[in-house]
């Protein structure tokens, strides 16, 4: 989506491939991933896991507010990637990607997602800009680095959560880390 926002983030998890890929592509996780803030609930599922096609409903509170979200399984190459779209939710748009690539110290799991809040209208560009840096840009980092951090329990010795832009600016002779 050009010129929509996009966050990344990697986290460096230990365990084989297949297993990492699993435990994303299992609804329950989903949940636990979620800050208790969000009251994050899987209200129904077309499938028992996410796949290809697959949709699921859910119930969250975004900032107080009662919200329900929908989305489906587009993308589908186990176990290295899968893609989520929103089809109906908080954001106008919403594509999430996750990758998964086997490394010699466990697996690295970057998410791309791209967003928008309000319209792909370019004149709503300022209005939308404004938004996303004072709220939503900061909410869905906070909810990643929740993540970030409760994959330590699920998978201890798990990495911190970073963003490999941040990361690549820090370091301009590091290698890029996303697949």
Known sequence: ????????????????????????????????????CLRFR??????????????????LSLRGRPLR??????????????VDLQLRGPYRTW?????????DDGVLVTDEIDYTVLSEARWLAPLENLVNALFVRRDVARIFAYRAERMGTFFPGAGPGVDPRQAQEANPSAPQGTP
Not at 42 to 59: N, R, T
Not at 69 to 82: A, K, Q
């Open 95 to 103: 594509h999430h990607r996750h990758c998964f690539r086997a490394e």
């Open 1 to 36: 989506m050009k010129g929509a926002p996009k966050l990344v983030r990697q986290q460096q998890v230990p365990g084989d491939l297949e297993s990492v890929f699993a435990f994303f592509r299992a609804p329950d996780n989903l949940e636990a991933l979620m800050p208790p």
């Open 69 to 82: 979200w929908r989305s489906e399984g587009l993308g589908w190459n186990p176990p290295f990637e899968f």
């Open 42 to 59: 899987v209200v129904s599922m077309s499938a028992d896991e996410i796949c290809l096609g697959s949709q699921i409903d859910d119930k």
